[in-house]
């Protein structure tokens, strides 16, 4: 991924193995457009609840669906709206800062985020009318 490119994307990892061994996908360096601070993952989220209404200021993230599926919806701050679905481990999608996002999980949903900084609750937008301004 090109690191100037601060649009939301969706972005392949490596896939390594095959049916009779299993599989192992790879986010190194040069698939992920920031350097991870911090690794944190989702699950057991009951499928009629939908996550995230928050934005971040400087914060960047990767989500990635390690099992089940998840709707990604993200807006940028420029109006621009975009849908993802993770269902399989080798695909993530980048989340680029001052991006509002919402998820929805099925009942078998696991969550990783690789985040580009250290938790920091000053960092999120909670207020979508602040979000707009």
């Known amino acids: 991924m090109n690191q100037t490119d601060k649009k939301p994307a ?3 990892f490596s ?3 095959d049916s009779s061994t299993g ?3 790879i986010a190194e360096k040069e ?4 350097v ?3 690794i944190y993952w989702t699950y057991f989220t009951p499928e009629d609840v939908v996550r995230g209404f928050h934005s971040h200021h400087n914060l960047e993230q990767v989500l990635v669906a390690m099992a089940g599926k ?3 919806n993200i807006e940028t701050n420029d109006g621009e709206s975009y849908e993802f679905i ?3 481990p080798e695909k993530g999608v980048f989340i680029p800062k001052q991006c509002w996002r919402t998820m929805k999980y099925s009942h078998n949903a696991v969550q990783m985020c690789i985040a580009s900084m250290e938790y920091d609750e000053s960092d999120y937008i909670r207020d979508y009318p602040l979000f707009k301004k």
């Open 15 to 17: 896939k390594i193995g």
């Open 23 to 25: 599989y192992i996908s």
């Open 70 to 72: 998840i709707t990604l």
């Open 36 to 38: 991870p601070k911090r």
């Open 10 to 12: 969706l972005i392949h």
């Open 31 to 34: 698939k992920l457009p920031f």
């Open 86 to 88: 993770l269902d399989s």
